[in-house]
Nanobody, 127 residues
Framework: QASLVESGGGSVQAGGSLRLSCAAS????????MGWFRQAPGKEREGVAT???????TYVDSVKGRFTISKDNAKNTLYLQMNSLKPEDTAMYYC?????????????????????WGQGTQVTVSS
């Protein structure tokens, strides 16, 4: 079946960097609004960043200037470059896709609007 598969997570020191990848099995996903979410134990799933089919990006305030979302349509891959990592960035990170709104991301991302999800990749940032 069609899938989204994350990779690139790991353990790093505060101030370090990681690059997450989300491999899409079908390029249809890249015509959707795509996003990265994260969830730490005991906390709600939070939208981190989105990129839509025309390339418009959004970021939650806490990661602006540090994280960059991008995609490579030829490789059917979504990326999240994370720099200047902080301990509060520690979470399971999920790649997701939404077929709503003709592939345009609208407002702050809500998990309920995303129907396709990867299995997650763990990011741990130590102080």
């Amino acid at each position: 079946q069609a899938s989204l598969v994350e990779s690139g997570g790991g353990s790093v020191q505060a101030g370090g960097s990681l690059r997450l990848s989300c491999a899409a099995s079908e390029n249809t996903y890249l015509s959707y609004c795509m996003g990265w979410f994260r969830q730490a134990p005991g906390k709600e799933r939070e939208g981190v960043a989105t990129i839509d089919r025309i390339g418009t990006t959004t970021y939650v305030d806490s990661v602006k200037g540090r994280f960059t979302i991008s995609k490579d349509n030829a490789k059917n891959t979504l990326y999240l470059q994370m720099n200047s990592l902080k301990p509060e960035d520690t979470a399971m990170y999920y790649c997701a896709a939404s077929a709503r709104s003709f592939g345009i991301c609208l407002g702050a991302p809500r998990a309920a609007d995303f129907g396709y999800w990867g299995q997650g990749t763990q990011v741990t940032v130590s102080s």
